[in-house]
């Protein structure tokens, strides 16, 4: 049994890892802590747990943590990431990093979009992205893993076989994506009080949210050269869910029969990404609860236009069970274990 | 033109009062305060008034205020309006109070369900309580009225006919209610967090919420009888609205359009309490945005018991709407201005 | 492996018995079928099911499902179980049906309360109500389940403790329920219309719900004596979730603790029902997607009154996964096999 | 008094005209209809107008509408308008039609997309599109006004000014539109049930939905040459409300406030749109229960790319109050009567 422990478990991603792992055959919940006032059952702090964990939830206290765990999930806002990871890297522990802290390659980059400057360059170098489908070789290798933003999970996805096979220009993707509320953490703030998103709907960080750098950076790689994707994200009232929906021209005209083909294949073997037959897009529910990725596609003959939609579960896929996925890859467990 | 103060005005019973005012023909507001980091443009806090209100919200300056207006509006917490009220009075100005500070006549009662002293005794017995349909004629001289709590609101009119008629045992009243998350106030809390609420219904403040007292204070004096009732709030995944459902027996049987006649008769003159016929029963949005309390009776005469619905918009009958209602009678305008 | 048919796969009952089925290690999913317009593979109905079931969904042909199934699940409405059932038993196949076809003793209260005679009064006689926390013991022989309603599920677990234990007036219980959106089923009508049901709340079927004879006959039962409770159900805007608020007097004067104790004590065997610590009461989200009734407890001493507050999701504990259990327990599988 | 009439009174739009023009001074409604199984009182479908109208709601008799109005709004389905227009205008009574029968010009394009042949091509070329900032003098000589829909208005006032000054690429323009449900009308259908809206998200009818060829008649002519934008809706689970973020590349570059200044020259005179500040967009909540369209603007200066935001009531701007803004402006009324 695997000893794993969990950082920042009330949070909605943290709650999220113990419900999956509660149920995964070959790990233990050996540690879980979060910035606390005082020390707590888990179960009390979402009942759902009661009767099934035994946990008390007490602030961070590294030496136990590293006492008792394998591998960690850091489920904290950036800037904490940097903090504590060096330690456990350095206790030889496995980090699965769920903030955006071990993303971007560029520092100064990070500077620029989070507004502070990196404190651990050094282990930047050797995290490895955790976007299965794209890296899976890498992961399993890892000692670091900066599990991805939940918007650049679909967008990346979204685009990776049309970026590979060079049917699309690299100028020309327009990103609109959407996500329910969970996705801006579990955080007491007027912005997100109910009565405030219920029965409303905004634009926010037009082309200046903080996920552009780590999507772009992604994009480059698949394509090869530099790439500045246009990305407006949307407040949707709902709980879970980020649905993406991609504009971008085509080379040269191509059918959306072969457009199909081309992602079927190139998702051939991956379990969690679903691309959908002709006339069919996914909606958030197909993927509700699930480690899926579904992708839909369209083509305007005329405009030459590709349209692409693409729904994951943001705690899921998004963040929480793309995580547990890492933590299969890493330890060789069947890679679906956990997430049925 | 009467001028108006609104104190609280960035809360959502202030906003709603600053909505219902800039419809009525006889009110100018001269001025908006509320507990703000600096001062801002009121369009900006909700854009919805741009180009409507040209006001500046600033935090509050007595005198100013006492200056600019002929009556103000407190939108305010309980334990603040205590502490302000008494300087408005001084100054001979209408008080329209929308806290709990000056509904309760018995300060025992105050202290033991507010948590702390009451500070202003002296105006708390010229205090007028201010629901029209059953003290409109001492409202009509109040310089002080201690506008209704919404649950209150709702229970009481309910429950008004059924007890000055005597036809009801007091000891068996029950009240099941229910609410949408405006009812909260607007304000940083997880626990009104959209994710929390959304998707997810809770009892909460089981025959312990702070309206109770309230509820009581005035049943009794319908019944010219100490009454307990039972109170058990829910919160409601919704924005606005409250539904109450009252369980009451009555002394001896009587049938369901005998009490539906009393209660018609009893409201026959009111304009804002609809009676509804046999067989229906009100939701909440038959009341959203209107100030009306609507009420449906239903009779088990096996049990002898009565059902009362009754439901109301929070911030309209519940707050605001009859705050203005209570202004117009104060003043002699006609009692539905700007409320129809 | 047991061969397991689906017969209403297309609802949201249906639905759910299958996610539930593909994580059951000893039961293969072997039939499904629906009132539909043609034959359409089940993950085109419901997506989220893509890569997951290989299933085609046709109208019924019993004479298929006989030679296919060992157990059929009828996720059907009420009339249409009876008239299919007795084929299956015929064929000696197990029927846990899901509807309210055999849940009502009295055949005269069925047609009283469903609208018309009803047609197959032999296997009445023979159905055992699958309420395992109560009839677990006849479950392990019944050849036919009347899997409980939603609604009963809660107020029969939340009373039983009370009324085998002689501790409450049996006719003072007055319960008023509150459900989620899917509580109606998958079906194309106004009332349920989105912009019908979001931002509103309404009761319905006031003391006249045709769940009440359910409830109380085995109200009567646990009393061993006739109980008439009142019942009110209130439509929340959300999917899922059962809330029911209990008010029900105490013979004598008990405490809170006492009554907690009994009621942990009752429930101690039991993996499903789980009775909170005084002070807290269950929100719906507590047993969203589980099997759990959690119920919660307080006294109010003065005026000798109990409140229960009890909680499930109504398409699992209050449909589908109390089903599953129930072909768990017939079957000899662990209890809580696909359940956790 | 001006007599007005309503033809499909029960509807989510009709129910918002009768809304608006109780509070109408000069209006009077003297007829209203619907689709119905029998007469009904319109207070009894809509209990919210309990006490405050006194109209039976029937099937349409058109010789009795003629004889009790003057003006008829047309809040019908397609189809259904092209029916009944003709008698209306036949009669010398003014027609608004809310359905989308006399929006478009080109007749075949009407079949392609609304899928029959037109039944009243007469009447298509006197028709004016009531959208009063664009063609608000010839509205004033109007007898048959094409009110537009929801969707266009949006649209067209957000690029109006940008396509009139020739600043943009007319090839450029995608429209990711995202409404509320009760954009679909009150009809029961399956897909509009509670469960299947709430918590779920989704785009439909990709590039290809109905409003699109309405969308590039108006911006062709704004622009003075054919275009053919992008559009893709989507459903958002709230009640009312659209919000459209539109990209379109500038023809060379421009400042932010180059553009805003622009747009707010454009709309300087006109009192329903609002033109926001710099760093600004607008969302959904901002014009609810208005007729406003609210519009912000930023500008990506390196890829010289334009954002639009746009936001309106579906029911009000989209449908309802753009409709009564019409009639007062046929009728000399102040164009804000009933509106504020």
Same mark, same amino acid.
């Given at each position: 049994m695997l000893n794993v422990g969990i950082v920042g478990a009330t949070g909605y991603t943290g709650e999220k890892i113990v419900d999956i792992l509660l149920k995964h *055959? =070959?790990?233990? !919940?050996s540690y879980v802590c979060a910035k606390i006032e005082k020390a707590q059952e888990l179960s009390e702090i979402f009942p759902k747990f009661l009767g099934k964990v035994d946990l008390v939830c007490d602030n961070l206290n590294v030496e136990k943590a590293i006492k008792s765990c394998d591998l960690v999930f850091l489920a904290v806002p950036h800037k904490i990431s940097m903090e504590i990871a060096p330690m456990f890297l350095k206790a030889d522990k496995i980090v699965i990093d +769920?903030?955006?802290? /071990?993303? +971007?390659?560029?520092i100064e980059e990070y500077k620029t979009w989070y507004g502070l400057a990196h404190?651990?360059?050094?282990n930047i170098e050797n995290a490895? /992205?955790? +976007?299965p489908e794209l890296y899976r070789e890498r992961i399993k290798q890892a000692k670091l893993i900066a599990n991805p933003g939940c918007y650049p999970t679909a967008a990346i996805l979204a685009l990776a076989p049309a970026l590979t096979s060079e049917i699309?220009?690299?100028?020309?993707i327009i990103i609109d994506a959407k996500s329910g509320a969970t996705g801006a953490g579990r955080k007491a703030s007027l912005d997100f009080f109910f009565s405030e998103i219920n029965e409303n709907l905004k634009a926010y960080k !037009?082309?200046?949210? =903080?996920?552009m750098p780590e999507i772009n950076q992604f994009l480059s790689i698949l394509a090869s050269k530099k790439i500045n994707a246009v990305f407006v994200p949307h407040l949707i009232p709902m709980n879970r869910g980020i649905l993406e929906t991609i504009y971008v021209k085509l080379n040269k005209a191509k059918s959306e029969n072969d457009i199909i083909t081309l992602y079927k294949r190139f998702y051939k073997?991956? *379990?969690?990404v679903r691309v959908y037959d002709a006339g069919k897009v996914p909606q958030t529910r197909n993927v509700l609860d699930t480690n899926c990725c579904d992708i839909g596609l369209k083509v305007d003959k005329n405009k030459k236009l590709l349209f692409i939609v693409a729904a994951i579960d943001n705690l899921m896929k998004g963040a929480a069970s793309q995580a547990v996925q890492n933590m299969n890859i890493v330890y060789g467990f069947k890679e679906d274990t956990g997430l049925k």
């Open positions: *055959p =070959q790990v233990r !919940i +769920l903030s955006a802290d /071990y993303r +971007l390659k560029n404190k651990d360059k050094k490895i /992205y955790g +976007l699309v220009d690299t100028n020309s !037009i082309n200046e949210h =903080q996920h073997t991956e *379990p969690f």
